[in-house]
């Protein structure tokens, strides 16, 4: 399926329901000043194209106090592409970021112990074929925290 391109308008909902995903389709129409039907229609296209999704996201502070875990993953180059999409792969991890200089990824998730992270790491993420290197760092603190970064995650299965 082709994504369509984004128009103006299509930005302008997706950031009204990016502060508040509760708030309904009139109110949004109301304030955009158009139709509750445009609404309608063009989230129904966003949702099917796969542009947006909707999902319940769970305060992180209610989960057994999980703390953001970085990974920063050393990889051979050729294989970069190939660990970018096995780690959006992975349930566990919430964000991956292809990066230049210290690393060559980057992923995020959400831990409740240091047992869930050992396994994650160990038993998936380094074994993964052109992983050379996994250096991890624990958050201590979140002065801001945007829960759309990463899921929480318990121990592995």
Do not use: C
Not at 89 to 116: C, F, K, N, Q, W
């Amino acid at each position: 399926m082709t994504k369509p391109a984004l128009d103006e308008l299509d930005h302008r909902i997706i950031e009204t329901f990016s502060r508040d995903a509760r708030v309904s389709n009139r109110q949004v129409a109301s304030e955009l000043g158009v139709t509750e039907g445009t609404i309608r229609t063009r989230l129904r296209r966003l949702q099917n194209s796969r542009m947006i999704q909707f999902t319940v996201v769970t305060d992180y502070r209610m989960a057994g106090s999980p703390n953001l875990v970085m990974m920063g993953i050393k990889a051979n180059p050729s294989h970069v592409q190939a660990l970018a999409k096995a780690l959006s792969d992975m349930p566990e991890i919430g964000s991956v970021v292809l990066m230049m200089g210290r690393y060559s990824l980057l992923a995020t998730a959400l831990i409740t112990s240091v047992e869930a992270a050992d396994q994650l790491i160990r038993r998936k993420i380094r074994t993964l074929e052109g992983v050379q290197d996994v250096e991890v760092s624990w958050s201590i603190g979140a002065p801001k925290y945007d829960a759309r970064l990463a899921r929480i995650t318990g121990p592995a299965e």
